[in-house]
Each structure stands twice: as structure tokens, then as C-alpha cells.
């Protein structure tokens, strides 16, 4: 659990003015005892039911974002149009839920070796995270 000071560094590093709104999305992201998945839907559905402070859907998208910039979230493409958020920013893998739209998370050692047979000229690999798509037996 963290406090008021670790959110007002948090957010002044990522370039944002400390405001009672921002502190509430530190809160919602960071004041838990386990990392969790969201969008920005989510959030804003959380903040609606927990927080007094009225807190405009291109505030969370703003602090969301300055927070993905400076790798305090991390963001995990699900498809062209949507995306989830992660709160553990370690390298790790997924499953997705497509029956649930859940993301969860998946360990490394839970994952073989991954073996890449194409490199790109001039670049070099900053991270493997696999995303399995999974759906619910109907």
C-alpha cells in the first residue's frame, strides 16, 4: 500500500500537476495489495463508485497515459481497438479471456523457451511477452 507522498512523486516524475483528482487515480491504481488489468473504462468505473471527486474520462486518459510513458503501467494490445492496462510493469505473459474479456497474468517459468528465427536488421529485442487467447468451453 502506498501513500499521498509516493503518488504526488509519482505523478510530478511522470510531468503531471499533483490535483485531488490524479491523487484519486494513484489511489485506484496503486493503494491494493495485488496488481491488477484494466481499461480505461474500468478505471473510470472504479473512480465513479469509489471516489467523491468528479474526475473527467480525459483526465484518467492523460494520467493513464503520462503513467504508460514512464513505464509505471504497461499496456497490452488485446486488438486494433482495445487495450488493457497492467500495473506490474516486469516482463510477463497473459491469458486472455475472449468469453470474459479477462486478461491474466502468466508467468515466465510457466512458458517455455521462446526461440525467434527472424531478427531485424538494426534492432535488437527488448522483451518477449506472449498474449494466449483463450475463450470459455460452451
Known sequence: MENKDT?????RSSGLRPTRQRIEI???LYDRKKTFHFTISDLAKILKSKSNEKISLATIYNTVSA???RNYLKEISINSNKSYFDTNV???HHFF?????ELIDLKNEDVGNIKLKKK???KK????????????NN
Open 26 to 28: 494513484c489511489k485506484a
Open 7 to 11: 503518488f504526488v512523486k509519482k505523478l
Open 125 to 136: 529485442i527488448k522483451s518477449v511477452e506472449v498474449l494466449i487467447k483463450i475463450q470459455n
Open 97 to 101: 479471456n475472449e468469453s470474459t474479456d
Open 90 to 92: 516486469s516482463n510477463h
Open 120 to 122: 531485424i536488421p538494426g
Open 67 to 69: 503513467f504508460k510513458n
